[in-house]
């Protein structure tokens, strides 16, 4: 598999994950431990599915991973604040935060190939 091929996949892995956050908002809140978030759950979505689309109109998708990159860090970001005891749910998030891990591995890999 090249790096186009990764890169194209992970662009569709965002598509999919974006629809989700942006048509099940409470849904996806509530199993990652995001509740009281379901609106900028649903912003995420709608982010992720752009950086999706402009990877795959690019003849060199690889070359965009660092979108995906941006938006992994927005998402930890959130993720992390409610991992602290104030949320009755954190076990969720984290759980949410070790799920997406791989992922942001590859799209920090593969963003990082020339």
Request: proline share 7%; glycine share 10%; hydrophobic share 55%.
């Amino acid at each position: 598999m090249t790096p186009k091929d990764i890169a194209r996949g992970l662009a569709w892995f965002g598509i999919g994950l974006g629809v989700a956050e942006l048509l099940a908002p409470r849904r996806v809140a509530q199993a990652a431990g995001l509740e009281g978030h379901e609106a900028l759950v649903a912003l995420f979505g709608a982010r992720e599915i752009a950086a999706g689309a402009f990877m795959l109109a690019s003849p060199h998708p690889q070359d965009r991973l660092w979108l995906r990159v941006v938006g992994d860090a927005l998402d930890g970001a959130l993720l992390a604040s409610r991992l602290g005891p104030s949320n009755p749910h954190a076990a969720r998030a984290l759980a949410a935060t070790l799920a997406v891990a791989p992922v942001v591995l590859l799209d920090v890999a593969y963003a990082r190939c020339p």
